[in-house]
């Protein structure tokens, strides 16, 4: 703040000067006298009015409070459908989808309670019957007369009876269509000898059995097959006992009634799937149970496959469902919603009226006073008593400030000749104290504005010294890529390489200053697994290119079997260009021309220390070296072997915050004027 800024505020606390020469005195320790005239109490009763009314341009009270009320309701009606999508919807649908679920594997079960049912009641007790016993071996007729009849079809829902002897001859055979009650054939089932490895002539003991499903050419089946028995169960075999349904149209209408829903059976391999069923057939086939797919906001369909006697898919159940819990869930949240939007309504409603009874109407009231008063300029008017709450205080507030005003006045009346008489001394004084002001807060502010430049530049200094040596490497590799751009040279035939170079390393700029501000904080940040080769891959990317244009040979020696480790792949990259850059800045200083032994050697290999696996990466160069007597300081922030102005000591201990962020070590080896050894310890995932 400058000085004539501080001085109209100094001069006001002494002193005012009207425009009619008369001197007004605002109350100070300085020993003057309160002295207010009729234009002062004016003023600070339309300071008041204003406060109580806000500013004119802006929104009326009421409107605020409408707004605000809105809001709120707007917000728990916004909240309650939030709460809908993320919570109670989902939960409908997966009630939805359990129930979907449940209803599909209800017509499985259906079906293969047919199956056990053809199996159990009839498949069983024919098979196991000493009379199917001896007929296998004497082909009587009484028992084809007696039990091989047509009503034995129709009267049980059978569609296929076949008795094979022990060698797998047909001794009898029959299929029935029981719409025409007449005999049809299945190429599946001739009546020759049938080959050894048919799959219905798998069981030979007694308690074993084939039931399940089986694919004919003209129609499914459900069949089931059994030993021939003694009534006893006892053996030996003499046979094969088969019997079968169509699992046809008729059939799976009677299985719809029973499930109370409408299913469909869709043979698989003989009929075109559509996209939808082919959908839920892969994903069955992969693991699912069973398939939901919803149609529209009113249907599902659900799926289910059934496979054959011999473990391969068959059918594919299909079954077109209502979603009824979906539909009452969402009708009932909305149902909800819109109570809760009424209720908020009335709630609205009735807090404006309880805000305008209690608080609006008393304001308008008071505001009305204050404006009167400030046109009238009365200070014997007198609010009548408004309650005990804050408007009754602020009400009982502006009286008291009424009768001071009021004992003011009668003082300003009586005291106004002997300020008259006093006036040339009082300005004499004002002015003498103002010039002292003046000259204090002149040199006040100068040193107030001098520290506060001085601060901000050394921080800006420090920051910038430190900063700019730990962004130049990549600021390097950004311009390395803009000239190869303005050459037109194109890395590994791919043009954007490039330019992703330049986007990457310019984030990396940003990475630089974050670990700087991580190392002052303390802080740490890994992400993921990380392969070194490749962080060193990264980092040579961006230095080789200038550490060879000086002549430096670099040999590179990682162990192949380089396990990963565990960090922010940047962050680690950063210490590899920062250990690059000093050995490039030690061996120019050693070797300022090309030479045999200007080398940077990096070799990594994985070995264990004290009982843990580690990654070791060793940076070694053949330049100038360190003295022995600044090893132990090479990490301190802001310490640097390098001349002044030449560095900033901040690199090194960057990188021994990063490694020790990442749970490593950075330790040096160091012969002056021979070599430097930088070891880096990354442990193991």
């Not at 469909?264 to 003989?270: C, D, F, R, Y």
């Not at 009424?402 to 002997?418: F, G, H, I, N, V």
């Not at 990442?662 to 080896?669: D, T, V």
Request: include cysteine; aromatic fraction near 6%.
């Amino acid at each position: 703040m400058s000085p004539k800024e501080h001085k109209q505020p100094v001069v006001s606390s002494c002193v005012r000067l009207s425009q009619q020469g008369r001197l007004t005195h605002e109350g100070q320790r300085g020993g003057l006298d309160a002295v207010l005239n009729q234009s002062e109490v004016r003023r600070i009763l339309h300071a008041v009015r204003l406060s109580l009314r806000g500013v004119n341009q802006k929104m009326p009270i009421r409107w605020k409070l409408i707004l605000l009320l809105g809001m709120l309701i707007g917000l728990f009606v916004g909240s309650q459908q939030l709460l809908h999508s993320l919570i109670f919807s989902p939960s409908f649908k997966n009630l939805e989808q359990q129930e979907s679920r449940r209803n599909i594997k209800r017509c499985v079960q259906c079906i293969e309670r047919e199956i056990w049912h053809l199996d159990e009641y009839f498949g069983s007790d024919w098979a196991a019957w000493d009379d199917t016993y001896e007929f296998v071996e004497d082909r009587n007729e009484d028992y084809i007369e007696s039990n091989l009849v047509d009503t034995s079809f129709t009267d049980n829902d059978i569609n296929l009876i076949y008795i094979l002897n022990a060698t797998h001859e047909v001794v009898w055979g029959k299929v029935m269509d029981l719409a025409t009650e007449r005999e049809i054939t299945l190429p599946e089932f001739h009546k020759g000898t049938w080959r050894h490895d048919h799959p219905l002539l798998a069981p030979r003991s007694p308690g074993e059995y084939v039931a399940g499903v089986m694919i004919g050419q003209a129609t499914p089946l459900l069949i089931s097959s059994r030993p021939i028995l003694s009534s006893h169960m006892q053996g030996p075999s003499r046979g094969t006992f088969i019997m079968a349904r169509f699992l046809d149209a008729n059939l799976i209408q009677t299985l719809s009634k029973q499930v109370d829903f409408d299913f469909e059976v869709q043979v698989l391999g003989a009929m075109r799937l559509d996209a939808e069923s082919q959908a839920a057939l892969y994903q069955i086939l992969a693991g699912e149970e069973f398939c939901v797919s919803i149609i529209d906001d009113v249907r599902l369909n659900a799926y289910a496959l059934l496979r054959d006697i011999q473990d391969q898919p068959a059918l594919l159940i299909r079954a077109e469902l209502p979603r009824d819990i979906s539909m009452t869930g969402l009708r009932a949240m909305r149902s909800a919603h819109g109570s809760i939007a009424v209720l908020g309504l009335l709630q609205l409603l009735a807090a404006l009226l309880l805000i305008e009874r209690t608080v609006l109407a008393r304001l308008t009231n008071l505001e009305r006073f204050v404006r009167q008063v400030g046109i009238t300029a009365d200070a014997s008017s007198r609010l009548s008593k408004m309650g005990g709450d804050e408007l009754g205080q602020l009400a009982h507030n502006i009286n008291a400030m009424l009768e001071s005003l009021e004992k003011a006045q009668a003082e300003l009346r009586d005291t106004e000749a002997q300020l008259r008489q006093s006036q040339e001394v009082l300005e004499q004084r004002v002015r003498e104290k103002t010039s002292e002001l003046e000259k204090q807060l002149t040199e006040r502010s100068r040193i107030e504005a001098e520290a506060v430049v001085t601060a901000h530049l050394a921080s800006l200094g420090e920051l910038a010294a430190g900063v700019a040596h730990e962004i130049n490497n990549p600021i390097n590799g950004i311009i390395n890529y803009a000239q190869l751009l303005k050459d037109g040279v194109v890395a590994h035939g791919d043009p954007n390489r490039l330019t992703d170079g330049i986007l990457k390393e310019g984030e990396r700029i940003a990475r630089i200053v974050k670990n700087l501000l991580a190392f002052a904080r303390q802080d740490s940040d890994f992400e993921g697994r990380v392969m070194i080769p490749q962080v060193l891959e990264d980092a040579l990317s961006l230095m080789e290119r200038q550490i060879r244009r000086d002549g430096v040979d670099i040999r590179i020696h990682l162990a192949a079997d380089l396990p990963e480790v565990r960090g922010h792949p940047h962050q680690i990259q950063q210490v590899f260009i920062n250990l690059m850059s000093n050995a490039r800045y030690a061996l120019n200083k050693r070797f300022p021309d090309e030479h045999a032994e200007k080398i940077l050697e990096i070799s990594g290999k994985q070995l264990e220390k004290d009982g843990n696996r580690i990654v070791r990466i060793v940076f070694r160069d053949n330049g100038t070296g360190i003295p022995k007597n600044m090893l132990s300081h090479l990490c301190e922030p802001f310490f640097s072997t390098k001349p002044k102005g030449e560095g900033t000591g901040l690199g090194l201990s960057i990188s021994h915050r990063i490694m020790t962020d990442h749970g490593g070590r950075l330790a040096f080896e160091s012969v002056e004027g021979s070599y430097t050894k930088v070891i880096l310890d990354f442990p193991v995932c």
